[in-house]
């Protein structure tokens, strides 16, 4: 909860396309170091870098990422299409989310994959597909009025100039 509450003080400052993709970075990054600390052999030093990372991941996600999220999605469509685009991304994000569980609970599970702290290549690895796609698709919305947003997607600017395209009050399409 504290985290989520410094995550709004930090959208506010940095937007919302840096913190979600440096938060993303860190964490599969983190996660990769995971899956090191689980292929170096069962140890008492390995089993706590692995206890150790899988909660830094969980705290530093619940700091950028997750409520970054939130806010992304309740920006990122044009006006006219926020209550379909946002309906459409909660069920993809559901029918993805449930094979994932059942994966988690097979790839962990010691009479199944038995992957253990092996796990972290797996997410890091879907991490890293998601950090190139949001970095090429996620715009940067701090300060920009829904109109703006609506023009901007309109024009067909990519995502990353989102920031340095200057719009004039006299726009409107």
Known sequence: MIFVMLSWILTSYFGRRP????????NTLLLFCLGVAGSV?????ANLA???LGLIVSVLFTLGPAPASWVIIGETSAIRLRPLTTGIGRASYYIVEIP???LASY???PTGGNLGGK???VWGATGFICLVVAYFGLPEMKGRSYREIDILFKR?????QWKK?????DDDE
């Open 50 to 52: 692995q206890a150790s």
């Open 119 to 121: 796990c972290g290549y």
């Open 100 to 102: 994932c569980i059942f």
């Open 19 to 26: 913190i979600y993709l440096w938060g993303s970075a860190v």
């Open 41 to 45: 052999g069962r140890s008492t030093a």
């Open 165 to 169: 395209t200057e719009l004039s009050i």
């Open 156 to 160: 067909k600017v990519p995502a990353r």
């Open 107 to 109: 790839m962990l599970n």
